[in-house]
């Protein structure tokens, strides 16, 4: 993600914006507030909150003419319109005029007005088309063909592959602490089968896998969300579509995944920023050109200064 750190006068601009749509519903919750105060510690800035005045649309286009920090602002708007788990129509009008006004098109406008209708089958389509994952499988398809994709959707079901879980079995012997290693005692303590084993997730999905590994964070539901934002920080295209998801699966309660049971209250705005920021820090995109395998060996430390991953906040 091309992230910019807003001047204090253009956090200002931001931070009115984003009071002005938490106030469609009425004076400003915990979340709200605390969205709010997690972007001014992020940021370093310390706008007195309770002074914030109103914003139109017209003056905020005025006010914003760089179009990556418009961008990013309309981002803002859409997590501020989920963070208190009730997103209302009149609130998504009010997306869609600032993002108009700045001349922002953004799909997550429209996915925004699907979660409010309950038309959660186009969501879970329209997300998933720009997921890396179908990158990947249509990476599969255009390098291998039919047989490639015989392969991937036997392992998406599960079924059993000797020799793929014989390659990845045998990183059990890899040096201690290199990614290959690792990633094997992370299924083992997870409890999740190796690509090949019975029950084995896609090998496409070590990308997400990785990506737990070098940023550090879990698999609790609060580390998933961590996670997906590290994930939009490095990730190049659509890179926004892995906070929306995670916003509505593990804070709104939308089941987005039939996989994964939807909760609730898991997005920490501070901790999400934290996220987003070190991912975008990095000099490579896990999901783009990336190969784990001629990496298997090297430790993970080093990868992570190798990849500039700033370290995880004390």
Same mark, same amino acid.
């Given at each position: 993600m091309d992230l910019l750190t807003p001047t204090p006068e253009q956090a200002l601009f931001g931070l009115r914006a984003m009071k002005t749509l938490a106030l469609v519903d009425g004076p400003l919750d915990a979340a709200?507030?605390? /969205? =709010?105060?997690?972007?001014?510690?992020?940021?370093g800035t310390s706008h007195p909150l309770d002074q914030l005045a109103p914003i139109t649309p017209a003056e905020l286009a005025s006010a914003l003419p760089d179009p990556r920090i418009r961008r990013q602002l309309v981002q803002g708007l859409i997590v501020m319109s989920l963070?208190?788990? &009730?997103?209302?129509?009149?609130?998504?009008?009010?997306?869609?005029?600032?993002?108009?006004?700045? $001349?922002?098109?953004?799909? &997550?406008?429209?996915?925004?007005? /699907?979660?409010?209708?309950?038309? @959660?089958?186009? =969501? *879970?389509?329209?997300?998933? *088309?720009?997921?890396?994952?179908?990158?990947?499988?249509?990476? @599969?398809? $255009?390098?291998?063909? =039919?047989?490639?994709?015989?392969?991937?959707v036997r392992s998406a079901l599960g079924r059993e592959d000797p020799a793929t879980a014989a390659r990845y079995q045998a990183l059990e012997k890899y040096p201690a602490g290199s990614l290959g290693r690792s990633y094997f005692e992370y299924c083992r303590s997870n409890g999740f089968p190796l690509p090949g084993e019975k029950g084995g997730t896609p090998e496409i999905v070590l990308y997400h896998d990785c990506t737990h590994l070098l940023s550090?964070?879990?698999?609790?539901?609060?580390?998933?969300?961590?996670v997906a934002c590290f994930s939009a920080g490095y990730r190049k295209k659509d890179p926004f579509a892995f906070?929306?998801?995670?916003? =509505?699966?593990?804070?709104?309660?939308?089941r987005?995944?039939?996989?994964?049971?939807?909760?609730?209250?898991?997005?920490d705005p501070e901790k999400a920023l934290i996220a987003l920021r070190r991912g975008a820090a990095m000099n490579v995109d896990l999901t783009d050109g990336w190969e784990y395998w001629p990496v298997m060996r090297d430790q993970v430390e080093e990868l992570r200064k190798r990849y500039d991953i700033p370290p995880l906040p004390h």
């Open positions: 709200e507030l605390h /969205l =709010l105060e997690s972007i001014q510690r992020v940021l963070i208190d788990r &009730e997103p209302r129509p009149e609130e998504a009008d009010l997306v869609e005029q600032f993002a108009q006004a700045v $001349n922002v098109s953004v799909p &997550e406008v429209a996915d925004l007005r /699907l979660a409010l209708a309950g038309d @959660i089958f186009r =969501l *879970r389509l329209d997300l998933g *088309r720009r997921f890396w994952a179908a990158d990947k499988v249509k990476e @599969i398809w $255009n390098e291998e063909g =039919l047989r490639g994709m015989f392969h991937f550090g964070y879990g698999t609790t539901p609060e580390g998933e969300v961590q906070v929306f998801f995670v916003l =509505l699966q593990f804070h709104v309660g939308v987005m995944t039939p996989i994964t049971a939807a909760q609730t209250g898991f997005f």
